[in-house]
């Protein structure tokens, strides 16, 4: 077992500053080389210190503005246009900087591209959801129309 610190937020694993055992392979050709995490030391105590500061001034502020900001994006279907071909098939696919982009010129405020997660890759039009964690303890699910560019 490998004793790593988060560096980035790791689906089912943990968020950045956690410190957390996973098995040697995960560790070694996974998460270090993605950069994701990093080997655990003695001195990293004030990095993840640092790592924990910086994630809690990216949260939101308070429970009530995440809520507010959960039931908007809730209530919104954010549009993205995309190149695609025939059948509605895209050229390359939808990425959480995409989703971040479209939902700030929808007005609903910026997201964090970090913490937006789309389960399936999104490589044709349509509907499709994805979902935020706006703050450890919750998560909203979004709707995406991804429509063809003209």
């Known amino acids: 077992m490998s004793k790593l610190i988060l ?3 790791v689906t089912g694993l943990g968020a950045p500053g956690d410190v957390v055992d996973v098995k040697n392979g995960f560790a070694r050709n996974y998460l270090v080389p993605k950069g994701f995490a990093v080997p655990w030391t003695r001195g990293g105590e004030k990095q993840i210190e640092s790592i924990k500061a910086a994630r809690a001034s990216r949260e939101h502020a308070t ?3 995440a809520q507010d900001l959960k039931a908007r994006l809730e209530a919104t279907t954010i549009s993205l246009t995309v190149k695609a071909g025939e059948g ?3 050229f390359g ?3 959480t ?5 479209a939902a700030a010129a929808a007005g609903l405020g910026s997201l964090d591209k970090r913490k ?3 389960p399936n890759a999104i490589k044709a039009t349509g509907t499709h959801e994805a979902t935020v964690r706006l703050r450890d303890d919750l998560v909203a699910t979004i709707t ?4 063809a560019a003209k």
């Open 116 to 118: 937006i997660e789309i």
């Open 93 to 95: 696919s939808v990425k």
């Open 88 to 90: 509605g098939r895209l």
């Open 97 to 101: 900087a995409d989703v971040a982009d």
């Open 63 to 65: 429970l009530e503005e």
């Open 144 to 147: 995406l129309a991804v429509v």
């Open 7 to 9: 560096t980035h937020e």
